[in-house]
C-alpha cells in the first residue's frame, strides 16, 4: 500500500502539466512574461505542500501500524518519496503531448518501474548489487525501504534513527539499508528534475 499509495500523486500531476501543455496554458503563460523558472517553481509548491500534508497523515496513522518505529523518520521518508515521486512527475509530462494518454501511461509506467525490485527481491533473497542500482527507479527505491521497515518492525526494533543503518539482508558481501533508499530517493528526486529540464528544453 505504501509503495502504490504514490501512484495518483504521480498520475494527477503529470497529467496537469501535460493537460496545461495541451491546452496552451503553459504557452500563454510564457506569451504573459511568465518565466519558465517561475511556472515551474508554482507547480513545485504545489504539488509538495500537497504531498506535504498527506505524508504527516501518513506518518500519524502509520505510527499506529508501526508501532516500534519513529514517526518523524517515516514523516521524513514519505517527504523524500515526494521529492523523488514529484520530480519523475515532472519528467513524465515531457513526453506526452495528450493528457488522456499521459493518465493511462503514467500509471503503467509507476508500476513497469516496480516489477524490476520484485523481482530482483525474488531472484535473490540474500542480497545483490542489483538492489542498489535499482534503486534508480523510485518506486524500486520506496519498495526496498518498505522491505527494510517490514523486517525491522517485525523484529520489534522498528524503523528509527539509530536502526537506520542496519543491514536488513545481514549479508556483508551486499548490505542494504533504510538510510540507503532514503540517499537513493535524494538522487532519484535530482536526477528526474535534470531529466525533465533537459527534455522539456
Known amino acids: 500500500l505504501i509503495i502504490f499509495a504514490f501512484i495518483l500523486p504521480t498520475k494527477e500531476i503529470a497529467t496537469g502539466l501535460v493537460e496545461e501543455k495541451e491546452l496552451r496554458l503553459r504557452e500563454g503563460l510564457l506569451l504573459t512574461g511568465v518565466p519558465t523558472s517561475l511556472y515551474w517553481a508554482s507547480w513545485w ?15 500519524m496513522l502509520g505510527s499506529y501500524a508501526f508501532s516500534y518505529s519513529s514517526a518523524w523518520v517515516m514523516f521524513l521518508f514519505y517527504e523524500l518519496c515526494a521529492f523523488a515521486v514529484v520530480s519523475m512527475a515532472f519528467f513524465f509530462s515531457t513526453l506526452f503531448q495528450s493528457a488522456k494518454v499521459a493518465s493511462v501511461l503514467v500509471v503503467f509506467a509507476y508500476i513497469a518501474f516496480r516489477i524490476p525490485g520484485t523481482v530482483a527481491e525474488v531472484m535473490y533473497p540474500d542480497g545483490s548489487p542489483l538492489y542498489q542500482y535499482l534503486c534508480i527507479l523510485p518506486p524500486c527505491a520506496i519498495g526496498m525501504f518498505v522491505r527494510a521497515l517490514v523486517t525491522l518492525e517485525i523484529g520489534q526494533f522498528g524503523l528509527r534513527i539509530e536502526t537506520l543503518h542496519t543491514d536488513i539482508l545481514d549479508n556483508p558481501d551486499h548490505p542494504f539499508t533504510a538510510l540507503d533508499a532514503m540517499l537513493w530517493l535524494v538522487f532519484d528526486g535530482f536526477l528526474y528534475a535534470a531529466l525533465c529540464w533537459y527534455a522539456d528544453a
Open 45 to 59: 509548491v504545489t504539488s509538495f505542500d500537497i504531498l506535504t500534508a498527506t505524508s504527516a497523515c501518513m506518518a
